[in-house]
């Protein structure tokens, strides 16, 4: 699994930040989603994929390997 976000898409809603939190951090500034390592472990793909899911932006993409 590989991930990628697109920073200018997103709004700041944390969700990511609140299901995969060892993946996903936000900016304190502006609340923009970071991306703390673009290869998730494999106990950590169910929750980077309801992370996409539940991006009300759709910032966030997965690609599978």
């Known amino acids: 699994m590989k ?3 697109d ?6 809603a944390g969700q990511c930040v609140l ?3 060892d993946v996903f951090d936000q900016r304190e500034d502006d ?3 970071v ?5 998730p472990g494999v106990n950590q793909h169910r929750a ?5 899911l539940a991006c009300p ?5 997965v690609t599978e390997q």
């Open 7 to 12: 920073e200018p898409k997103c709004v700041a």
């Open 57 to 61: 932006a759709a910032a966030i993409q």
């Open 3 to 5: 991930l990628t976000v």
């Open 19 to 21: 299901i995969a939190p």
């Open 48 to 52: 980077v994929r309801e992370s996409a």
């Open 35 to 39: 991306l703390l390592t673009e290869a």
């Open 31 to 33: 609340g923009v989603v």
